[in-house]
């Protein structure tokens, strides 16, 4: 137990756990679901809900038995959004971007060497797709993942590279550092990336990384559409308006400060 203990953070690190496992179903799930999933015996696993209800973590539902997370999670996830990531500061610079592309934005994040989702504009026909604010995703086959892997100080982006998971999902995907190395060559060289359905079956986009001035990478922006509706080739015409919106971002975010810090706050990759 022990063991367990120490490599789950202890309590505290098992009961994050099952709130990610809440979180990850995107609405309520019952006991059975949690513990079919669950690394915790079922005694662990009710005693961890429990905990977590009476910390207003977790509610459950008393005629369905469903949990979902509760309003304190929801309020410091509100709070973490303000105050810790790029969103705040971009909103204006992506409404004004999605009425001037009328397809999907999202702006991102690298975090653990993953992409976090963390603000998105729909299309004016939304599209069904995987990226919503919140969400981690894969940095190697995605636009807007390769454009800021591309843009790593030489002493991160190989230990970053490494963490990559290289899972096939489409027939496009990338599926070793090498092939992934000779595509960040080619996006350092033009500016931009595209996703060419490598995570999703008929989802592509053109993405940008949003630099700070002296080249550190602050997140990512990107254009997706469906091939239905637009080709590669199309959505490179709208390079300029992810050039012109970065810089913006950018430049807003040189004067961006967190409470008591004197510097720009980062969430580093690795």
């Known amino acids: ?7 789950n953070g202890g309590t505290v690190g098992k009961a994050l756990e099952v709130l990610d496992q809440v979180a990850a179903h995107g609405g309520p799930v019952r006991f059975a679901e949690l513990l079919r ?4 015996p079922k005694a662990t696993l009710y005693r961890l809900l429990q905990t977590l209800i009476q910390q207003d973590m977790l509610q459950v539902d008393s ?30 610079h992506l409404d004004d971007l999605a009425a001037q592309v009328c397809e999907t934005v999202h702006l991102a994040q690298l975090d653990n060497a ?29 636009g807007v ?9 030489a002493d991160r982006v190989g230990p970053v590279l490494q963490q990559q998971s290289f899972h096939r999902f489409t027939a496009t995907t990338l599926t070793s550092v090498a092939a992934l190395q000779v595509e960040l060559a080619e996006i350092r060289a033009c500016g931009h990336a595209f996703d060419r359905e490598e995570h999703e079956p008929g989802i592509i986009c053109v993405a940008m990384p949003i630099l700070t001035q ?34 913006k971002i950018a430049d807003d975010a040189s004067i961006w400060r967190f409470p008591g810090r004197t510097a720009p706050q980062l969430i580093k990759a690795g």
């Open 1 to 7: 137990m022990q063991e367990t203990d120490a490599r």
């Open 37 to 40: 999933d669950s690394p915790f």
């Open 63 to 92: 005629e369905t038995g469903a949990y979902r997370v509760g309003v304190r999670l929801v309020r410091l996830a509100h709070s973490a959004w303000r105050t810790a990531s790029l969103a705040p500061l971009a909103q204006r």
């Open 114 to 142: 993953q992409v976090l989702y963390i603000d998105k504009r729909n299309a004016d026909v939304p599209v069904q797709m995987y990226a919503e604010a919140g969400k981690i995703g894969p940095a190697y086959c995605t």
């Open 145 to 153: 993942g390769k454009a800021m892997l591309a843009f790593l100080p």
């Open 214 to 247: 002296d080249g550190q990478v602050l997140g990512g922006l990107s254009v997706t559409a469906t091939t239905q509706r637009r080709g590669l080739a199309d959505l490179e015409t709208l390079v300029p308006h992810l050039r012109s919106t970065v810089r």
